[in-house]
């Protein structure tokens, strides 16, 4: 059974009075009866947690993302490093049902499973 669910964190439409700024649209999708419950608490999210890398479009409002971050926090996310120079995201701790919400949002560009990278230094004689 699926319960349809329609979350701030994906119902992200800005009313905008300036024609400079462009709308976001309102996006919906299921959560299926195991997702739901860890929404709700049923099921401790701490376990479950995987560090991603957020990216949103440059089309993105910073009101958007703000609200995006507060309804990742409210259901069981971190936030961690906000990016702003190079590119327009965020680190985060992702519970799953939420990452594959935030993965069919169309103000986001892509988002990738964060990890450490490494430098090999390769010397010559």
Do not use: C
Not at 73 to 88: A, E, P, Q
């Amino acid at each position: 059974m699926k319960f349809s669910a329609v979350v701030a964190l994906l119902a992200t439409v800005l009313t905008v009075s300036s024609a400079a700024l462009p709308v976001e649209p309102k996006v919906t999708f299921d959560i299926d009866e195991t997702q739901q419950h860890a929404v709700e608490g049923h099921t401790p999210f701490s376990a479950s947690l995987k560090s991603y890398i957020v990216v949103f479009k440059d089309s993105a409002a910073a009101l958007a993302i703000e609200r995006i971050e507060k309804d990742i926090l409210g259901l069981g996310g971190k936030i961690g490093h906000r990016y702003d120079s190079v590119l327009k995201g965020f680190s985060a701790w992702l519970p799953t049902p939420v990452f594959k919400a935030l993965s069919t949002n169309p103000l986001i560009s892509y988002i990738e499973l964060d990890g450490t990278g490494a430098f090999l230094n390769f010397l010559t004689h």
